[in-house]
């Protein structure tokens, strides 16, 4: 998570949403970076409404706008997938060497997920708040572009992203009926995406 004080903004960092790059060419500039825990790091909406957003309230007397990053549901899930491929991986609980990507969007699809498929929502990471404490500014992963000149007008600079956490390239097709199975589920990650100016 980044804190821009005086431009009145939190960068939330939604993860498989390049935070990591964000973070590194941006914190120089921030006044708050949180980069551990992950917990902190990776603080959902419910997360800084209940403990960040107090301390500027309280302290500041501030309310800052939060703005993030979604990814595509479906290339969401497949960065996880390929994230949970890297080689040091190999034998853990979560990861993903020895299952298809269709097993893992299934296995994502159950009550009770198996540790290599739990990756948690971004719907819910995202949600806003029954005291309305939500994201302001949400940019899609796929529109760099909107996202850094929204950035890059925000706070007065010219930004230059590296890539970082890179995951092993792979093509992952998603079998169309597990896809639709995929989307009926989780409706509302879609919708949420859709709703997001283009």
């Not at 959902?44 to 549901?73: G, I, T």
Request: with cysteine; aromatic share 14%.
């Amino acid at each position: 998570m980044l804190v821009f004080y005086k431009e009145s903004l939190a960068f939330l960092s939604v993860p498989k949403t390049g935070s990591s790059a964000f973070q590194t060419a941006l914190g120089p500039r921030a006044d708050m970076v949180i980069t551990e825990p992950p917990l902190l790091k990776h603080a959902p909406v419910y997360r800084y409404n209940r403990f960040l957003r107090p301390m500027f309230k309280n302290v500041c007397d501030v309310e800052l706008e939060l703005m993030a990053v979604m990814r595509h549901p479906v290339s969401w899930l497949g960065s996880w997938y390929r994230y949970r491929q890297r080689p040091f991986m190999k034998g853990k609980p979560n990861a993903t060497h020895d299952v298809s990507f269709d097993e893992f969007v299934l296995a994502y699809m159950k009550g009770k997920r198996p540790a290599f498929a739990e990756v948690g929502s971004q719907f819910k990471f995202l949600e806003t708040q029954p005291n309305g404490t939500g994201v302001t500014h949400l940019f899609r992963y796929e529109d760099q572009a909107r996202l850094i000149a929204f950035l890059e007008e925000r706070l007065d600079m010219t930004i230059s992203l590296g890539r970082e956490n890179v995951s092993p390239q792979m093509d992952l097709t998603l079998s169309p009926d597990i896809e639709d199975r995929y989307r009926r589920k989780f409706s509302e990650e879609f919708a949420l995406y859709d709703s997001i100016a283009g």
